[in-house]
């Protein structure tokens, strides 16, 4: 039984806005998802931060929802900028029944229990999103609180935080963030979003007690990050092929 991360699958398998247009990387990025996603196994978790489809609605995003459901095992999601399917948890839940959809689950003002460790997070948020310059204080001031509540979920257990925003990174810092990781005794924290030129941004390791992972896809080479592993398994029974059908 494994614990997994990886965030920013950019699925746009029922649209046409498929990110190997970008070139590089994300070439062929489906394959290579699939091989990766290949690890996984019927009794791992595997959180995705974020930026799971390109589709506008539920509706839109049937096919790329399928491919994840084909990902062995407990899947933990959360909200990415880029999620406008994003929707009620209730909503969510009715399209996966009415799917076939088994064993997904929202991360969203709560949080999931791995063992010891308590899985918390939230979509996070920067100043720098609004182009503009005009901070939307609400929407941050919403996230926040979702994280927070997230975090007060967990109780007692070894908290993990997954976000989709990178709370800090090269000449950025998020302070309301960071401390309420500090404030809840958050060890490590994980977060996507930064791709291409700006991996260059990423700050990861330990810093103020607290060690920091990047685990965009084209980071992490489209294979999920094992963060916790409880035993060897041989074999996981999932084979690339699989999610390629």
């Keep these: 039984m494994a614990l997994y991360a990886i965030g920013d699958l950019h699925l746009s398998l029922g649209g046409e806005k498929p ?134 979920a967990a109780g007692d257990r070894q908290k993990l935080c997954f976000l989709h925003y990178p709370p800090r990174y090269r000449g950025y810092t998020c302070p309301e963030i960071l401390s309420l990781l500090r404030q809840y005794g958050v060890r490590t924290c994980y977060y996507g979003h930064l791709h291409g030129d700006s991996h260059k941004l990423a700050q990861e390791g330990l810093w103020d007690g607290v060690n920091y992972r990047l685990v965009a896809a084209d980071y992490v080479d489209f294979q999920p990050v094992q963060i916790i592993s409880e035993e060897f398994q041989e074999n996981s029974g999932q084979s690339a092929t699989d999610l390629l059908e």
């Design 19 to 152: 990110m190997d247009v970008f070139g590089g990387a994300w070439k062929g990025y489906m394959e290579k998802l699939a091989r990766g996603m290949a690890v996984i196994g019927p009794q791992d978790t595997t959180v995705l931060l974020g930026d799971l489809s390109w589709a506008m609605s539920l509706a839109e995003a049937k096919a790329d929802f399928a491919w994840i459901a084909r990902i062995p095992g407990r899947k933990i999601i959360l909200k990415g900028n880029h999620d406008y399917w994003w929707t009620t948890a209730a909503k969510f839940y009715r399209f996966c029944q009415e799917n076939g959809f088994e064993n997904m689950y929202v991360l969203n003002n709560n949080s999931y229990t791995y063992n010891q460790y308590a899985l918390c997070g939230t979509r996070g948020w920067f100043f720098d999103e609004d182009r503009s310059g005009q901070h939307d204080e609400k929407v941050f001031r919403r996230e926040l609180m979702r994280l927070e509540t997230s975090l007060q």
